[in-house]
């Protein structure tokens, strides 16, 4: 099977003269556009007053859209209640850690514990998509826009400690129950009654860590349900039409595993840059990645939300130049808008859609780049993506992107679970993720990422960075897979509760290696330790003490097991990265019979199919160290900002 | 004309007994000083109870300062409401962003918003103009204190609300002009009525930037009505006095040549040191100018307040020796009190009045200094004054302060506007013109600032460091110059409604120069670029791409143009700063035919009719550099921390 | 008298399952313990619901605990009141400085201004020690827990404003009293009646320093009483037995001798690790006392709460290993929990008690190690508890600790003065009585730590850091000791209406030392000063000018004095540290006619009775310079984090 590639770009009707639409969608096809996607946002114009539709502007600019020969994907608008919504229904609002209401006046400004707004959601998607449901040319929706944006899951107001009771009289039955899970008989915090449950905020010393994950949880599972009700409206309506989502990379705050259940496939926005400031780099690092990002920013968010749902995925918001939310906001270097493009295609995007066609140079997002500027001549970003557009017409669609060799298992709940107490400050889980996927990138491989739980059959070799909390269903998975299979430090530390195992960590795991933690210890920077054997270097951050009667495969300084392996099971017990870690990934990779190649940082290879794309970040040429490939896109030897395509000879 | 030289000083009667005050002035003239201001923060002392007045011990207070020979400056005491007012009305109160009240106890605890206020201040300026406004020995009156001190403009409660409402109704009309001018379309923002508006802050993105800049026009606006308000009533019953307010530095909530309009001329409160702190240099920079402040802090606001009204301008409040409210308070480097005030003196000031006589060593203020201790001995800085006020003596006047040959454009909104959306963390308003200032006085010229819209006429150089938005006035004075013109990067980058102009920036520059700003990038520190032509040397923060027929004056590395000339007008489109600004603003002074003084960085001339003065900011003598100077103050080596004045030869 | 050692441990009957009780009972008497500390934070299984007390599993626990020959601790459980009572009482509830409720959830939720608060711990006190009172083998009483965890003295809610009003009244008796005193009439701050004062927070410039002062005076005052309510209801109903608390380190938001005089002694919670990261250390002295806590930071609380009352205190709290609070919490390094244990016997600690005996893997403090893992297995640092406990066995007692020679005046009062109006934002009272107490122990002498007011007899030199409020008692104090005495800066600064006193700084010491502070200078860091004579080095952070009649024993880079002194009572105006403070402190000694030994920065001794205590913080091993001590515990060369103890052969 082979799909893609294609080209979308994000439109707002509402925002231009009416007299431009026409115009606007003959240049996209022009440009060699085949999505447009629209309508997120404008509740307002399509309701804008209680109950008093106006679908008027939006059959016109589907028309003149649909006409022109574009694709459409309709957005539901529920990202931004108009104000007299917020008016007639002040507990739609979200509240803060400290109980202040967060109001009108930019988006998001709702909280999915309010039965009021699921109802008026309801109401306002079962009306736009009865409809546009059948048009020919509404091909997908996306269901509203970036959920969690601007922090906007977790809310703090009388709906959300209404809803999170009723969440855990389902979960718990009884207040006993619910005492005994999160161990209320300490400190005094007994209740005897669901309704003395408050949020777990505003407390004079920590509040406890399992009512904080099930505060959590309780939020993950409530947007989870908000997405599916929009999407089993839309099935209703607009049979056959797909349904997705525009998720957002280094964003923890709901499973989006358990939402993507409710999804034909994932999207997801994807802005390099901006991310560099944001993700803990040191600062040489953010110097050095500042106007390309880093290599593997953009290729693990393609892996992960490849991952999600159909082994596939589009890119709804790609980058297209400076934006205006960074602290700094640097325009990309001259060629990383194509590279990024077909970085996505070379990870099994669909299509990669950019935002937006014209930059809106007015409100919030004015100083946020568009494939045109405001004057409307073309931007320097939207040159490169045209230049996409043409490169993709040589190619009628590109091959699936097959399975990996090598996984990591990714969980949304041991993100949750180290922030509640890291017990260490820089214990961060998408650092500890990021330097895993970066050190076995280093060595030219693919990457999967899977949800704790799931078949690992066909994967060589199985990293898990970390999985504090291990289900039954994770356990199997584990215990089922045959291939060479890795624990990080923390993993099966924490029960479903957020206990410490009654038979110390590593909990569960126990049954597939035999070993226990005895002591933890957390180190601030510039506390390094040794390492020597199967890992030789230094490492930071944590180091465990480990009990085993199993020959240990690596020590610290003071001769204690760091490394535990039984048969092709490991535990490491140790925070490690940088060369260290990518050593001894690529002795993991070698012993798993995997080809390595020794990429410089700035290098990436990834296959789809038969196709093997090479992506250069760095600011030297790169020779291909293949023998006279047979080059689908540019030559032996990569420029900088630049990227070759070629068949693999041996598949 | 000449004016001045005079030194007052600030004393509260109400702090001391009364015993004590005959004593005091007696001190004063004795001392040399002329103005005594007094009665600022005096309001619960002169309404003691809800309309019961007690003017006694200020009549008898005032009376002894006269009898003394001194000069009385009132000040209305409304920056400190009584406690009785505050519990009649609370709805004088301000607000914070997140709707907490801010409360009595120190000052400034009103916001301008409450009409109460208004009536309150006018009952209580009018009380007190009625019964001072004739006193032969009361010559003038300032109004209020350091509106903006701690914060004070902004407010976000009930009544300023309603106030931001009224100011929209009447600036917009109708809610529709009001969603255009807002761009409320965008995320579905927009409004059905006036009453639909909120205060822009609390929201869960960031809110409209449109919104943010009216909220700011709005208080700026009814802070100078306020103003006006008081100033009316004390020119009605006190005819012949001046009116002025003392100004703060650094500081730009408000607009500060929109208030001047109702006053005399502008005061400000010189406290040099303590802004070394608060002014972002490095950390290098703090330390080495710690005990002196740096050499253009004071400096730049004498020049930017003379700007405001008059042509002259009084130091209301010089510091007289350590302070209580920086991170750090050192005592001042001995000779620094001295030459501060001789520095104002020479940059136009007409009177220099110390802040305070005597340290007060009680309450918020009991740990800055003033001329004499608690213990009523001198102090180091009032020994210093006290050689000023003798050296003064031998001036029975000094010349009127000449329009400088060089002007640097200053705009209150540009700082809004760049705080607003900075798009890159550091670009500060406040540095841009600092860094222009500094070069600019290396090359020993001297400066003044102008407000957009005023003419430009009679200088050979004019500074735009920046101005985002163009307004008509602007453009027409910019028009009407023939001199040469250099305008700073984001230049007519916004409409007045804080959107990017149609054309693309610079806007209505483009009359002017013809060019678009294609494309903006900044940089986060640690990311510079180089640049060679008619600017040569690196830069850093900011950088646009620039479209332009004009040969480039200036390029960047990629040989882009960075600086654009058609004939005398220029634009420069990047962040430049230390040498390379330094040699720019050098070769800009020589083309506009002015003799260029390259300076070292710790000295600085300034010029007041024919006499020239000398400064001397650092640790060396510094030699004067003109053969035989006809020396009125100090000798043909500078001493450091000291001052030489002579009469310019060539005058 | 000789007294101890003996061990403890902190124990949860109620977080385990009642089988597990006598096992565990059992446990601990054959591991050596003889105290059990059980019952804070039990209250919710004391009085599940209102009114209705269940001790039945108390009885039991007792019983048991007793039965294995424990004595046992029990500690009221004031510090965690339940949420009926929380829900029945709001008005309990502290609130934060923007006024919002502080909820339940965690612990120490509760204002000791409410009445019902106090009304409610005496009715469960009073139950508690009517059942409990005379049971033979409750031997001791520990008062609520930790008082001032989490910020938890001060409140601001109705109930704070009220109390502190009624608190008011009785210490001024009129508003013009107290307007007198905080001398109001600046910034118009008059009242004119108590119900006009409200929380000295949330104006909008600085609030007034004399309210503040008072502020924290009242919440000290009011958890003194709340304290001694409580002690006075268990010395009735528990006669004999010893009443404690359990204070912090590092904490000072009330005034523990005041609390003091209700107890017997006086315990503290050492969590030597943790402090390290909260103290203002460098990162490179954090890093290096990572592991082992820096050599001064028990020692010096030891020596505190020592001080406190009856020359004797425990440790309540002992680190076991890792804790969970810190921002990074390693483990200790091997052999500290033992030389922590003996480090605090050797500073005259009674008992020292772990904390806890078993880790609880649920709940806030899973990651709190104990002696015992969550899985029973005993923990690294309960090996060493272990070995403790068989080598005390060989001390049928130990002797009294003598009082030292050498004293450091510390005042609460102090602490709040400063962090009120630091003037120079590092002026920290902790550091400079750290810096003190150090450079004193490098030398090798032992210190005690003496309350303003107290006798100074019997001490050969007395150190006061600082103290700006002089009170009589303390002049007196000072008048009467013929001894050297040596004030640091800022001492006498200060009336106790937080004013400068009207005769200048020093105040009231002018009295023994005839000298004035003219002025005073704070530095940033970068700043220093050079200083000669009697003090030699550098300085740094806070320089005063002096002007005295008398020879200055030390002057600054401009010759100006530093150091001052008229007999044996000496004035220091300025900070030093480090080296420079060591040499003067040790010319003080040497002058006392103390021996000194210069000890390396990581070995310190300790002396108690005729025995002498030596420990190593370092990774060296050090030899006892002493000729064939008779030793007790150890060898000749002590290894790194080990100690030893010899019998004093002058004694």
């Known amino acids: 099977m082979t799909t893609g590639p294609a080209l979308g770009v994000c439109y707002y009707p509402e925002h231009w003269p009416e007299a431009r639409w ?96 699921w109802r008026e959601s309801a109401r306002i998607v079962e009306s736009m998509a009865a409809r546009y449901g059948d048009h020919p040319k509404v091909v997908g929706w996306q269901i509203d826009n970036e959920f969690g944006d601007n922090d906007s899951i977790l809310s703090y107001g009388p709906e959300d400690i209404a809803g999170f009771r009723r969440w855990l009289r389902g979960r718990y039955q009884t207040p006993e129950a619910l005492n005994e899970a999160w161990s209320n008989v300490f400190w005094s ?55 997705t989502h525009n998720f957002m990379s280094l964003f923890h705050d709901f499973d989006h595993f358990k939402m993507a259940e ?41 892996d992960l939300f490849r991952g999600m749902a159909g082994n596939s995925f589009w890119v709804m918001e790609q980058q297209p130049g400076p934006v205006n939310w960074g602290k700094w906001n640097p325009a990309p270097a001259p060629g990383m808008v194509r590279l990024w493009s077909w970085e996505a295609f070379a990870h099994g995007a669909e299509t990669v859609s950019y935002f937006r066609w014209r930059q809106f140079g007015v409100a919030q997002e004015q100083m946020h780049s568009g494939l045109h500027r405001p004057d409307g001549q073309i931007s320097p970003g ?11 017409a040589d190619f009628c669609a590109l091959p699936a992107s097959q399975q990996a060799k090598v996984a990591i298992v990714f969980d949304y709940e041991a993100s949750w679970i180290l922030k509640i107490q890291p017990q260490g400050q820089d214990f961060n ?115 465990e003490t480990i009990e085993t009667a199993l020959a240990p495969a690596a020590v610290d300084d003071a001769g204690e097991p760091v490394l535990v392996r039984d048969g092709r099971r490991l535990y490491l017990g140790a925070w490690i990265e940088g060369e260290t870690l990518r050593r001894f990934a690529r002795s ?53 900002r630049d990227l070759a395509c070629w068949t693999d000879q041996l598949s």
């Open 189 to 243: 915090m007994e209740v005897s009654s669901f309704d003395d449950v408050g949020a777990p905020v505003g407390t004079v010393g920590e509040a406890n860590p399992s009512a904080r994950l099930d505060y959590r949880r309780y939020f993950s599972d409530r947007f989870a349900e908000y997405c599916a009700m929009q999407a089993a409206i839309i099935r209703r309506l607009s049979p056959g039409r797909f349904v």
């Open 22 to 117: 026409a115009e606007d969608a003959a240049a996209m096809r022009e440009f060699g556009i085949r999505y447009v996607r629209i309508g997120e946002f404008a509740w307002g114009r399509m309701e804008p007053e209680p109950g008093i539709h106006d679908w008027s502007w939006l059959d016109r600019a589907i028309r003149t859209l649909a006409e022109a020969g574009l694709d459409i994907v309709l957005g539901t608008p529920t990202a931004s209640p108009p104000k007299w919504l917020v008016d007639r229904h002040p507990d739609i609002l979200p509240h803060d850690e400290k109980g202040h209401v967060r109001g009108f006046g930019s988006r998001r400004h709702y909280t999915a514990s309010s039965d009021t707004y």
């Open 429 to 543: 889980y998408s650092v500890l993720v990021h330097n895993w996927y970066e050190a076995l990138r280093r060595c030219g491989v693919d990457i999967d990422f899977v949800a704790p739980g799931a078949s690992l059959a066909g994967y060589a070799l199985v990293i898990v960075p970390t999985l504090p909390h291990v289900s039954p269903a994770a356990l199997a998975a584990f215990q089922a897979f045959d291939g060479i299979i890795l624990f990080g430090p923390r993993s099966g530390s924490k029960t479903r509760h957020y206990a410490i195992p009654e038979n110390q960590p590593p909990g569960p795991l126990q049954e597939l290696i035999a070993l226990k933690v005895a002591e933890v210890s957390s180190l601030r920077p510039g506390l390094a330790f040794g390492l020597s054997g199967a890992v030789s270097g230094t490492g930071g951050r944590w180091i």
């Open 382 to 392: 939207g040159r490169e993506a045209r230049r996409v557009a043409q490169e993709i």
């Open 588 to 640: 993991l990779l070698v012993e798993a019979g995997l080809d390595v190649i020794d990429l410089p940082d700035h290098i990436r290879l990834r296959r789809r199919g038969d196709l093997v794309f090479a992506f250069n970040y760095g600011t030297e040429p790169w020779p291909i160290p293949a023998a006279g490939p047979a080059l689908r896109i540019g030559a032996a030897e990569i420029p900088p």
């Open 262 to 302: 409710s999804l034909d496939f994932a999207s997801w926005d994807s802005y390099p840059l901006g991310k560099v400031e944001s993700f803990p780099f040191s600062d040489d690092e953010r110097i050095r990645w500042a106007r390309t990002s880093h290599p593997d920013m953009s290729a693990l968010h393609h």
